[in-house]
T-cell receptor, first 113, second 112 residues
Framework: DGGITQSPKYLFRKEGQNVTLSCEQNLNHDAMYWYRQDPGQGLRLIYYSQIVNDFQKGDIAEGYSVSREKKESFPLTVTSAQKNPTAFYLC????????????FGQGTRLTVV | AQSVTQLDSHVSVSEGTPVLLRCNYSSSYSPSLFWYVQHPNKGLQLLLKYTSAATLVKGINGFEAEFKKSETSFHLTKPSAHMSDAAEYFCVVDGAGNMLTFGGGTRLMVKP
C-alpha cells in the first residue's frame, strides 16, 4: 500500500542525547515536511524539503537537523541543543504541485526522561 | 504572508445536533484551503479541500465547508454530529509554493 511511515511510534530519550526520527514515503512525492505538535498549539513547521538534496528551515528549526539524500526518506534528528524536545512529531509529504493536499504519517511521540 | 485563525479552541455539541467549526484565513494569493481531522495520538486525515472550483465543498463523513472570499472564511459544518466525530480539527491554508499554514486547532467534543 502507498503511504507515509514514521518510526518509532514512541521514543524515549535521555537529556543530552541526540535521537533520530524516521520518515519514509512510497508515494513518489517531491516535498516532505516535519511538524511539531504541542497541546493547544497546533502544528509548527520544523523543516521542509521540496526536492532531493535540498531543505529549508521552518519556523522552529533550532535544535533540529534533517537530511534528504533519497526522495523516499526525510529523517529528523533532535539534537541535545533542543531545549524542550518532548512533543508529538508529524511527518508529511505532498506532490509539490499547487492545490494538492499533504499526506501525514501516524506520528512519533518523543519523551525526554 | 498567510495565516489561519480557528475561532474556537473547543466546541461541544450533543449527538445528533449540528456542528460548526469556524475558520478565517488571510493570504496574499488565491489560496487552497483544507480541513484535516486528528484522532488522539494519530496522524492527520484530510476531510475536504477547496481549490478554486465550487465554493461549497463536500468531504468525507458528511462534513462540508463553504469558501466565502468576501468574509475570508472557510467554516466546517455537519448537519448531525456522531460520537465518532469527537477529535481535533485543523483548518489549513496553502497560499503559495505548497507551504501549509495550520490553524491552532479546534477540539470537538460530542455528548451522548
Amino acid at each position: 500500500d502507498g503511504g507515509i511511515t514514521q518510526s518509532p511510534k514512541y521514543l524515549f530519550r535521555k537529556e543530552g542525547q541526540n535521537v533520530t526520527l524516521s520518515c519514509e514515503q512510497n508515494l513518489n512525492h517531491d516535498a516532505m515536511y516535519w511538524y511539531r505538535q504541542d497541546p493547544g498549539q497546533g502544528l509548527r513547521l520544523i523543516y521542509y524539503s521540496q526536492i532531493v538534496n535540498d531543505f529549508q528551515k521552518g519556523d522552529i528549526a533550532e535544535g533540529y537537523s534533517v537530511s534528504r539524500e533519497k526522495k523516499e526518506s526525510f529523517p529528523l534528528t533532535v539534537t541535545s541543543a533542543q531545549k524542550n524536545p518532548t512533543a508529538f512529531y508529524l511527518c508529511a509529504s505532498s506532490p509539490g504541485r499547487l492545490n494538492t493536499e499533504a499526506f501525514f504519517g501516524q506520528g512519533t511521540r518523543l519523551t525526554v526522561v | 504572508a498567510q495565516s489561519v485563525t480557528q475561532l474556537d479552541s473547543h466546541v461541544s455539541v450533543s449527538e445528533g445536533t449540528p456542528v460548526l467549526l469556524r475558520c478565517n484565513y488571510s493570504s496574499s494569493y488565491s489560496p487552497s484551503l483544507f480541513w484535516y481531522v486528528q484522532h488522539p495520538n494519530k496522524g492527520l486525515q484530510l476531510l475536504l479541500k477547496y481549490t478554486s472550483a465550487a465554493t461549497l465543498v463536500k468531504g468525507i463523513n458528511g462534513f462540508e465547508a463553504e469558501f466565502k472570499k468576501s468574509e475570508t472564511s472557510f467554516h466546517l459544518t455537519k448537519p448531525s454530529a456522531h460520537m465518532s466525530d469527537a477529535a481535533e480539527y485543523f483548518c489549513v491554508v496553502d497560499g503559495a509554493g505548497n507551504m501549509l499554514t495550520f490553524g491552532g486547532g479546534t477540539r470537538l467534543m460530542v455528548k451522548p
